[in-house]
Antibody
Framework: QVQLAQSGAEVKKPGAPVKLSCEAS????????IHWVRQAPGQSLEWMGR????????KYSQKFQGRVTITSDTSASTAYMEVSSLRSEDTAVYYC?????????????WGQGTLVTVSS | SSELTQDPTVSVALGQTVRITCQGD??????ASWYQQKPGQAPKLVIY???NRPSGIPDRFSGSYSGNRASLTITGAQAEDEGDYYC??????????FGGGTELTVL
């Protein structure tokens, strides 16, 4: 069965970077795009960026361009997202999600989420 | 505009029909998808494309479009349908955008 397993919770100080992982199983990793979405406490979902795991091509939200880097390791079936220069407003649950391969707006499987807390 | 606007809260009596809407200019060009989220859980895809349901989603969920508005309709709402609902679509820069979410209460 398709699963996206995300790394554990992180506590970071302002200005520090964080790197999150999303390990895929149950399907051919390079056949599907992976997106990263975050949700601040009590807030809506916010799209951050995505990676075409087959060719490594990325696209980022203009809001995060330059501060977010998405990569993948096909040998490990894992996608990564690094967020630099963390600030308190980056405290959120970060999700990875798989694009369903038919409709680019359909994210059919999601990871369990990783809570990132930014606090001094 | 790259924004998607949703009503913050909607309520429906048990067994009745409810429509949750999502409005934005990008919906004139792109389909939306709809996600259900319950407290402490990841979002779950319920409708995508013109009106497609992933496997396991009850057929009481349906999607439709009119102009710059997408709608999610639940026909015969059940208690387990309570939760937050989010629409998403593409934006004018080629990225993705989510609506602000609608909290559905089943009375």
């Amino acid at each position: 069965q398709v699963q996206l397993a995300q790394s554990g919770a992180e506590v970071k100080k302002p200005g520090a970077p964080v790197k999150l992982s999303c390990e895929a199983s149950g399907y051919i990793f390079t056949s599907y795009v992976i997106h990263w979405v975050r949700q601040a406490p009590g807030q809506s979902l916010e799209w951050m960026g995505r990676i075409n795991t087959g060719i490594g091509e990325t696209k980022y939200s203009q809001k995060f361009q330059g501060r977010v880097t998405i990569t993948s390791d096909t040998s490990a079936s894992t996608a990564y997202m690094e967020v630099s220069s963390l600030r308190s407003e980056d405290t959120a649950v970060y999700y990875c999600a798989r694009e369903n391969g038919v409709d680019p707006v359909a994210f059919d499987f999601w990871g369990q989420g990783t809570l990132v807390t930014v606090s001094s | 505009s790259s924004e998607l606007t949703q009503d913050p809260t909607v309520s429906v009596a048990l067994g009745q029909t409810v429509r949750i809407t999502c409005q934005g200019d990008s919906l004139r060009s792109y389909y939306a998808s709809w996600y259900q989220q319950k407290p402490g859980q990841a979002p779950k895809l319920v409708i995508y494309g013109k009106n497609n349901r992933p496997s396991g989603i009850p057929d009481r969920f349906s999607g439709s479009y009119s102009g710059n508005r997408a709608s999610l309709t639940i026909t015969g709402a059940q208690a387990e349908d309570e939760g937050d609902y989010y629409c998403t679509s593409r934006d004018s820069s080629g990225g993705w955008v989510f609506g602000g979410g609608t909290e559905l209460t089943v009375l």
